[in-house]
Protein backbone atom coordinates (compact mmCIF):
# COMPACT_ATOMS: atom_id res chain seq x y z
CA UNK A 1 0.00 0.00 0.00
CA UNK A 2 1.15 3.69 -0.89
CA UNK A 3 1.48 6.17 1.99
CA UNK A 4 3.15 9.64 2.38
CA UNK A 5 3.95 10.35 6.34
CA UNK A 6 4.74 13.94 7.04
CA UNK A 7 7.27 15.05 9.62
CA UNK A 8 8.89 17.91 10.95
CA UNK A 9 5.80 19.92 13.07
CA UNK A 10 5.71 21.55 15.90
CA UNK A 11 5.74 24.86 17.97
CA UNK A 12 8.00 27.55 16.69
CA UNK A 13 7.96 31.52 17.95
CA UNK A 14 6.96 34.24 15.03
CA UNK A 15 9.95 35.13 12.65
CA UNK A 16 11.19 31.16 13.29
CA UNK A 17 11.80 28.81 10.64
CA UNK A 18 10.08 24.90 10.48
CA UNK A 19 11.34 22.29 7.76
CA UNK A 20 8.95 19.58 6.99
CA UNK A 21 9.58 16.39 5.22
CA UNK A 22 6.75 13.64 3.48
CA UNK A 23 8.57 10.34 2.34
CA UNK A 24 6.41 8.12 0.33
CA UNK A 25 6.59 4.22 0.21
CA UNK A 26 5.35 1.69 -1.56
CA UNK A 27 5.01 0.41 -4.83
CA UNK A 28 5.68 4.23 -6.14
CA UNK A 29 6.79 3.78 -9.69
CA UNK A 30 7.24 7.39 -10.96
CA UNK A 31 6.43 10.48 -9.53
CA UNK A 32 3.89 13.33 -11.20
CA UNK A 33 3.62 15.82 -8.80
CA UNK A 34 4.19 16.41 -4.99
CA UNK A 35 2.83 19.11 -2.85
CA UNK A 36 1.67 20.66 0.26
CA UNK A 37 -1.59 22.07 1.54
CA UNK A 38 -2.91 23.51 4.67
CA UNK A 39 -6.05 23.40 6.89
CA UNK A 40 -6.41 26.18 10.01
CA UNK A 41 -8.71 25.62 12.23
CA UNK A 42 -12.20 26.90 11.34
CA UNK A 43 -11.16 27.43 7.51
CA UNK A 44 -10.94 25.00 4.78
CA UNK A 45 -7.76 23.14 3.40
CA UNK A 46 -5.74 25.05 0.92
CA UNK A 47 -3.00 24.80 -1.33
CA UNK A 48 0.34 25.93 -0.31
CA UNK A 49 3.04 24.30 -2.86
CA UNK A 50 3.45 22.51 -5.21
CA UNK A 51 6.38 20.91 -7.18
CA UNK A 52 6.65 19.16 -10.18
CA UNK A 53 8.51 16.02 -11.87
CA UNK A 54 10.58 18.23 -13.71
CA UNK A 55 11.24 21.04 -10.98
CA UNK A 56 8.40 23.69 -11.58
CA UNK A 57 7.05 24.67 -8.83
CA UNK A 58 3.84 27.22 -7.43
CA UNK A 59 3.64 28.65 -4.50
CA UNK A 60 0.11 30.31 -2.90
CA UNK A 61 0.24 33.99 -2.18
CA UNK A 62 0.37 34.28 1.00
CA UNK A 63 3.62 32.14 1.71
CA UNK A 64 5.67 33.56 -1.41
CA UNK A 65 9.01 34.90 -0.37
CA UNK A 66 8.91 32.90 2.64
CA UNK A 67 8.33 29.22 2.23
CA UNK A 68 10.21 26.84 -0.31
CA UNK A 69 9.21 23.79 -1.52
CA UNK A 70 11.76 21.19 -3.00
CA UNK A 71 12.08 17.80 -3.98
CA UNK A 72 14.15 14.17 -3.83
CA UNK A 73 12.64 12.13 -6.76
CA UNK A 74 14.78 9.11 -6.15
CA UNK A 75 13.94 9.42 -2.35
CA UNK A 76 10.15 10.06 -3.18
CA UNK A 77 10.80 13.37 -0.64
CA UNK A 78 9.15 16.22 -0.29
CA UNK A 79 10.06 19.57 1.70
CA UNK A 80 8.88 22.36 2.68
CA UNK A 81 11.21 24.93 4.33
CA UNK A 82 9.18 27.58 6.27
CA UNK A 83 10.66 31.30 7.31
CA UNK A 84 9.65 34.26 8.60
CA UNK A 85 6.64 32.08 10.32
CA UNK A 86 3.41 33.83 11.04
CA UNK A 87 0.85 33.19 13.96
CA UNK A 88 -1.55 32.82 10.38
CA UNK A 89 0.73 29.80 9.57
CA UNK A 90 -0.79 27.81 12.53
CA UNK A 91 -1.87 24.73 10.75
CA UNK A 92 -2.40 21.04 9.84
CA UNK A 93 -0.11 20.59 6.89
CA UNK A 94 -0.68 17.86 4.67
CA UNK A 95 1.78 16.03 1.81
CA UNK A 96 0.01 15.42 -1.39
CA UNK A 97 1.51 13.52 -4.24
CA UNK A 98 0.12 12.50 -8.09
CA UNK A 99 1.62 9.30 -8.46
CA UNK A 100 2.05 6.21 -11.11
CA UNK A 101 1.95 3.06 -8.45
CA UNK A 102 1.26 -0.19 -9.15
CA UNK A 103 -2.20 -1.43 -7.77
CA UNK A 104 -2.99 -5.38 -7.89
CA UNK A 105 0.06 -5.37 -10.24
CA UNK A 106 -1.48 -2.61 -12.99
CA UNK A 107 -0.20 0.83 -12.90
CA UNK A 108 -2.12 3.79 -12.13
CA UNK A 109 -2.23 7.61 -11.21
CA UNK A 110 -3.75 8.05 -8.31
CA UNK A 111 -3.73 11.02 -5.97
CA UNK A 112 -2.55 10.01 -2.21
CA UNK A 113 -2.79 11.75 0.98
CA UNK A 114 -0.56 12.13 4.14
CA UNK A 115 -2.05 12.40 7.76
CA UNK A 116 -1.02 15.53 8.38
CA UNK A 117 1.55 17.11 10.29
CA UNK A 118 0.66 20.40 12.86
CA UNK A 119 2.34 23.74 12.56
CA UNK A 120 1.81 26.04 15.50
CA UNK A 121 3.36 29.38 15.27
CA UNK A 122 2.83 31.30 19.00
CA UNK A 123 4.34 33.44 21.28
Known amino acids: QVQLVESGGGLVQPGGSLKLSCEGS????????MGWYRQAPGKQRELVAT???????DYADSVKDRFTISSDNAKKMVYLQMNSLKPEDTAVYYC?????????????????WGQGTQVTVSS
Open 96 to 112: NANLRTLINTFPRLRTY
Open 26 to 33: GNILSINT
Open 51 to 57: ITSDGST
